[in-house]
T-cell receptor
């Protein structure tokens, strides 16, 4: 089966600009996650969707970050305006779903964002 | 979020077994123990998970202490391709599928 797709793979912007990332999860996976990974740290969960509803966005900086998953499939993560500290790799992951789900999360290759 | 403690780094010789420890003293009775690894410039990938009993799969073995306050990931014969950051994660069984990654253990495999 095809894996989690993300685009772009790399993005360089200046601070205060806007940027958007796209994720296409594995077909049939109900749960989608966005993580932020700063260099030298483990991934930090930003938001989790179950189909097109938000399950957890407690660590999403909502003043500048937004995410949507309108049809329960693809998702976009947007940063507006970007700050220097947003420089990181943004990872998308998906899993089959369900609250009692212990199935594995499948990760995409990530988008490396550099904010100058 | 549940916490885990891992050594920052470990080294192993190629083709020798590797034991990667993880402490999780605040684990609850319904937390799963998951292990993921992240190869350079890639997203994390699933290695193994367990609840109470030891587990084996084609990649590794997971040994869980009787009191569940610690666990050990065992790679039976390390290869150069096993060089990665290994994350030990506690996942609540009934309150969602959120993962809280720590900083993990960076494994270096020496040829």
């Amino acid at each position: 089966e095809a894996g989690v797709a993300q685009s772009p793979r790399y993005k360089i912007i200046e601070k205060r600009q806007s940027v958007a990332f796209w994720c296409n999860p594995i077909s049939g996976h109900a749960t989608l996650y966005w993580y932020q990974q700063i260099l030298g740290q483990g991934p930090k969960l930003l938001i989790q969707f179950q189909n097109n509803g938000v399950v957890d966005d407690s660590q999403l900086p909502k003043d500048r970050f937004s995410a949507e998953r309108l049809k329960g499939v693809d998702s976009t993560l947007k940063i507006q305006p970007a700050k220097l500290e947003d420089s990181a790799v943004y990872l998308c992951a998906s899993s089959r779903g369900g609250l009692a789900d212990y199935n594995e999360q499948f990760f995409g290759p990530g988008t490396r964002l550099t904010v100058l | 979020d549940a916490k885990t403690t891992q050594p920052n780094s470990m080294e192993s010789n190629e083709e020798e077994p590797v034991h990667l420890p993880c402490n999780h003293s605040t684990i609850s009775g319904t937390d799963y123990i998951h292990w993921y690894r992240q190869l350079p410039s890639q997203g994390p990938e699933y290695v193994i998970h367990g609840l109470t009993s030891n587990v084996n799969n084609r990649m590794a073995s997971l040994a869980i202490a009787e009191d569940r306050k610690s666990s050990t990931l065992i790679l039976h014969r390390a290869t150069l391709r096993d060089a990665a950051v290994y994350y030990c994660i506690l996942r609540p069984r009934f309150t969602g599928n959120q993962f809280y990654f720590g900083t993990g253990t960076s494994l270096t495999v020496i040829p």
